[in-house]
């Protein structure tokens, strides 16, 4: 991981920066005037007419703009709490936008009681710019979420408390921005929902507990005998997953099992339903054919090849604000044995780490209820 210097920000009338029902102008490239520079630019250059206030029910919506990514935020709920999370999203390359549309049942209960944070990342979700592989690093999206997080402070105010909530791919991206400088300094606590801390980990773990779960089903003579002899043939002959192509295949096997297990153990597969959907895709700022070209361009580029070499096993010990962990019993993605690891390596002595009995990868749809009662008990706690 790289080491990025301080914060610049600029005002450009060329590009947008507004709430639902007003215009206003400002472009974020990188962070390096202090906030009276930034405060004098835009008094007296009238660049931004800055009327964030704090709500009991926010709906703020934003660009910044960073190395030629032009990313949307959505800021929404209680932010007079002073309470703020962002949310990051999985993928890479999914939308934060659909957690906040079609979860309604988690996002809606959040926002009661925090300012939710709803960010799309570079080549995720509606997220527009010019694509660049040279910039599809891990380190830039650190230095991403490093700007978003400054932004939020200045807007809200410096006396905010700002939480982390990263899941799958986000929990990665949430460790690795708190394994950078004096990040850690700005968030209070840190919630990593199925994210791990070592995809070469990862997906060792995975492959094994696909290995044994198929042979058991097949020894078990189990009604889908023939899917599961499928994901045992694939993992069976892959001795290891050193590439990109190799990972999402494991991945897309590991969700198949999921499904198989949901449909054996009856777990619950919490879906929005049709209208909802339809609402999500015409009436709100996402984009389905964006959505498929930055889930395209992430593909093709090195993002995911350079986080299979690397991983932050020696970074964890020195992340000491409090984390919580929640895991699912019946991931086959990131199986509970590699939260476990990262559990032990983390520095922080406010730690948990929460087994979901009843859920795979997909937590918040097998077990929304608990989910958002094992966050707002970590949130209020340390708050």
Request: include cysteine.
């Amino acid at each position: 991981m790289s080491r990025h210097e301080g914060c610049q920000t600029r005002c450009n009338s060329s590009s947008l920066f507004f709430k639902y029902n007003q215009k206003h102008f400002l472009n974020v490239d990188s962070m390096k005037l202090n906030y009276f520079l930034l405060l004098f630019i835009l008094i007296f250059n009238s660049c931004v007419e800055d009327d964030f206030t704090l709500s009991s029910e926010a709906g703020d919506f934003f660009f910044f703009k960073n190395k030629n990514a032009k990313m949307p935020v959505a800021v929404q709920g209680n932010t007079a709490s002073k309470t703020f999370v962002i949310l990051l999203n999985g993928g890479p390359g999914g939308s934060s936008f659909s957690y906040n549309e079609l979860f309604g049942a988690m996002t809606n209960s959040l926002e009661e009681d925090f300012g939710m944070v709803y960010w799309e990342q570079r080549n995720s979700g509606a997220t527009q710019g010019v694509f660049d592989d040279a910039l599809m690093t891990p380190s830039q999206y650190v230095e991403d979420l490093e700007q978003l997080v400054e932004l939020i402070r200045f807007h809200y105010g410096v006396d905010i408390q700002v939480f982390l909530m990263g899941v799958s791919w986000g929990g990665y991206l949430g460790y690795a921005y708190l394994s950078e400088k004096n990040n850690q300094s700005n968030i209070t606590g840190f919630v990593n929902v199925v994210g791990p801390h070592n995809l070469p980990r990862m997906t060792s773990w995975s492959k094994k507990r696909l290995i044994e779960t198929a042979q058991n089903k097949l020894n078990m003579n189990s009604n889908n005998a023939s899917d599961w002899q499928k994901i045992l043939n694939w993992c069976v002959q892959k001795d290891t997953i050193l590439n990109k192509d190799d990972f999402m295949m494991l991945g897309n096997w590991a969700m198949e099992a999921e499904l198989l297990e949901a449909d054996s153990l009856s777990m619950e597969m919490k879906a929005a339903d049709w209208r909802t959907q339809l609402n999500f895709i015409f009436g709100s700022p996402f984009s389905a054919g964006q959505l498929s070209a930055n889930q395209n361009s992430i593909a093709q580029s090195q993002l995911l090849d350079i986080a299979l070499k690397e991983n932050l096993d020696d970074y964890l010990p020195n992340i000491k604000v409090p984390v919580t962990i929640f895991g699912g019993a019946f991931d086959y993605v990131v199986p509970i044995e590699v939260l476990s690891e990262q559990y032990d390596l983390l520095g922080s002595s406010e730690k948990e780490l929460i087994i979901f009995e009843k859920s795979g990868h997909r937590i918040i749809s097998n077990e929304t209820t608990r989910f958002i009662r094992e966050i707002k008990l970590f949130i209020d706690k340390n708050r």
